[in-house]
């Protein structure tokens, strides 16, 4: 099977979802530590995550008119795929989106993975989808996060106070934004 990668970097591409990721999605998808810190309440069954990667397979093809772009995030080196990135809740009247992001593996994690596919990603925002404006929400227990975005360009704009409940505590949501004219792709060095 050819693949076809959509935006490469040095450490990871990004491609169109296959049905062959069905094991990997559904299981990042209940990952416990990844959905604690995406805040995800729900575990996803195999038909769920199956619907999901064939309602994605399509998305980002005619840019102009997508009201999402999700692409798989795919280790340059073995083309093993490691998470997913997406753009989301695409407004093409304000020029405006959100977007996430989830390696799956948290064997994946801190190795630079996210950094660069985040930074990919917020290109093909502001390139391809022509976006001005593209937000993200992190929760406050998470500064890990917090730095990654930080240093693609991303500023905090604001707290969504207690918006989480988590095993019977409250959470805050930090809301970080990037504008189009404040995004330089990140350096090989700064990905680490």
Not at 74 to 103: C, F, L, P, W, Y
Not at 122 to 144: A, S
Not at 148 to 154: H, L, Q, T
Not at 155 to 179: C, F, N, P, Q, T
Request: hydrophobic share 40%.
């Amino acid at each position: 099977m050819t693949i076809e990668k959509i935006l490469q970097g040095e450490r990871v591409y990004l491609r169109r979802y296959t049905p062959d990721d069905l094991d990997l999605v559904l299981a990042g998808s209940n990952e416990p530590e990844g959905a604690r810190l995406t805040g995800t309440h729900d575990t996803f069954t195999r038909e769920q995550v199956a619907r999901y990667i064939e309602n994605n397979r399509a998305s980002g093809e005619d840019p102009a008119n997508v009201s999402r772009a999700a692409f798989i995030c795919a280790d340059t080196a073995d083309d093993r795929a490691v998470g997913e990135v997406v753009i989301n809740e695409i407004d093409h009247a304000n020029r405006s989106a959100n977007i996430r992001i989830a390696i799956f593996n948290p064997s994946d994690w801190n190795r630079g993975y996210g950094s660069e596919a985040l930074d990919l990603m917020v290109g093909y925002g502001f390139e391809t989808l022509k976006l001005h404006r593209i937000e993200l929400g992190v929760y406050d227990f998470n500064p890990r996060a917090v730095r990654v975005y930080e240093k693609i360009g991303f500023k905090r704009e604001g707290v969504l106070r207690d918006a989480l409940l988590w095993d019977g505590a409250y959470y805050d949501m930090i809301i970080m934004s990037i504008l189009e004219h404040e995004w330089t792709r990140l350096s090989a060095s700064e990905r680490q």
